[in-house]
């Protein structure tokens, strides 16, 4: 049976109360102006229903329950995180004028645990949506300008909490971060991700592929990587340091050239600055480590190496350097010295971007209906566009995994999805099903 979605209603839902006089322009961290304006965070909860002999006039009764619930408690979220019912006013502000919040509701004509047992990742489900048996889809496609990966699991967390109407478990956010992070209206106007990328990015036909890495894959990759530099890996390095040597491989086969690689990996300044950063700091707290890896340097302990190297000067000491009213030039200086790895043409070096979202929580976001059965990264699966090679990685339902979201040049993904070292530790797209008890 072929999936169908049909959208139900489209509204802008508003906060509960209006933001005060004093609040309604929010400053933008220099870190936040890196950030481009068109950027989202597109993430997905499904929430399977548990009981399966409910009455389907029983099953529409409480999906319209839950859904004016959500859109009452989304009111009441907004009105904390007032940002995010505003808008982008320039690349200094957020205007917070209470516009609202863009709502969708859907309805599928299939069982969520229908859709979960699909083969492949080709539909997309881009708003809060009902399914055949009860089971939901909440998705969040929060304005990356507003929150990095941390700060949209708090907003998703208290959004949960506020539809359990436990008003007090809800995560209070900070909005600090232009005082932390000071923004200059001197800071370049092209000194953003994108112009950062720009060197690299291919024009084409682009894929994303889920990989799925389970425990015992990891153990064995730890084992594997382990060495006197670093004898104890961590989950992510070595999942990194497989899908670049893999990512790598695909370029060679497809060019017959072994390029030099560009490996960057978004780091969480929240724990590394002295003091801590609050955990429920909105914004963005990023980072980007940088490890340049030669065509001799592709054994998998080498680049676990690079990665632990790259990400450790991501310390105490730059952070520092990094707030206070000469941060942003600081912050520049580190994006020219990743940006001199870049000889002027995306023909003679690879670029490689890692975001990991692990270890956020996601996993435990209960709206009143049990925690998700299944978390995903929700971008398009094939599009013409141009873009670099890009990996998110994220938990898997049992927390000892990792599910990557790998983004490719088609012909590359065609030459990664045969790679017998990569399908030796990873699974090509495996039910979310298959994965709770794995």
């Known amino acids: ?178 005082f932390v992070f000071p923004q200059s209206v001197e800071y370049p106007r092209e000194a953003t991700y994108l112009g950062m990328v720009n060197p690299f990015a291919k024009k084409g036909i682009w894929q994303s592929r889920r990989i799925v890495f389970d425990a015992s894959a990891i153990a064995s990759l730890k084992a594997k990587t382990a060495s006197s530099s670093v004898p104890y890996p961590t989950r992510v390095e070595v999942v990194s340091a497989l899908l670049s040597k893999c990512i790598m491989a695909a370029s060679k086969a497809k060019s017959d050239i072994q390029k030099s690689t560009l490996i960057t990996h978004a780091v969480n300044l929240r724990q590394r600055a002295r003091p801590q950063i609050p955990n429920y700091s909105m914004g963005n707290f990023l980072c980007l480590a940088a490890a340049l890896v030669t065509e001799k340097e592709t054994q998998l302990d080498n680049l676990v190496c690079h990665l632990r190297k790259a990400i450790r000067k991501i310390d105490i000491d730059l952070i520092t350097a990094l707030q206070g009213d000469g941060g942003w030039i600081k912050y520049c200086e580190n994006m020219k010295e990743i940006g001199k790895a870049s000889p002027g043409t995306n023909d003679k070096i690879d670029f490689i971007v890692f975001s990991s979202w692990c270890n956020m929580g996601f996993y435990e976001i209960d709206f009143g209906w049990g925690k998700p059965t299944w978390v995903a990264y929700a971008p398009k699966t094939k599009s013409k566009t141009e873009m670099v090679n890009m990996v998110f990685l994220m938990d898997t339902k049992m927390g000892n995994g990792i599910e990557a979201w790998v983004f490719l040049e088609e012909q590359h993904m065609a030459m990664l999805e045969q790679n017998q070292e990569l399908l030796a530790f990873g699974i090509l797209e495996p039910s979310p099903l298959n994965l709770i008890v794995s």
Not at 102 to 116: H, I, M
Not at 144 to 153: G, Q, S, T
Not at 167 to 174: D, I, L, T
């Open 1 to 178: 049976m072929v999936m169908e979605v049909e959208i139900v209603s489209k509204q802008l839902i508003k906060p509960t109360s209006s933001t005060p006089h004093h609040l309604t322009t929010h400053k933008l961290s220099f870190l936040d102006q890196f950030v481009p304006s068109s950027y989202n965070l597109p993430t997905v909860l499904f929430y399977v229903n548990q009981e399966t002999s409910i009455p389907p006039a029983d099953i529409i009764a409480s999906n319209s329950m839950r859904s004016q619930l959500l859109k009452e408690s989304l009111s009441q979220t907004l009105t904390l995180f007032y940002p995010s019912a505003g808008r982008i006013k320039d690349h200094l502000s957020i205007a917070c004028n209470d516009e609202g919040a863009y709502y969708v509701e859907a309805r599928a004509n299939l069982p969520l645990c229908a859709f979960l047992n699909l083969p492949d990742s080709s539909y997309e489900v881009i708003q809060v949506t009902t399914f055949a048996c009860g089971g939901i889809a909440i998705g969040a496609f929060l304005s990356h300008v507003i929150v990095d990966a941390p700060a949209a699991a708090t907003f998703v967390s208290s959004w949960a909490a506020l539809t359990r109407k436990c008003g007090e478990e809800a995560p209070c956010p900070n909005f600090d971060a232009s």
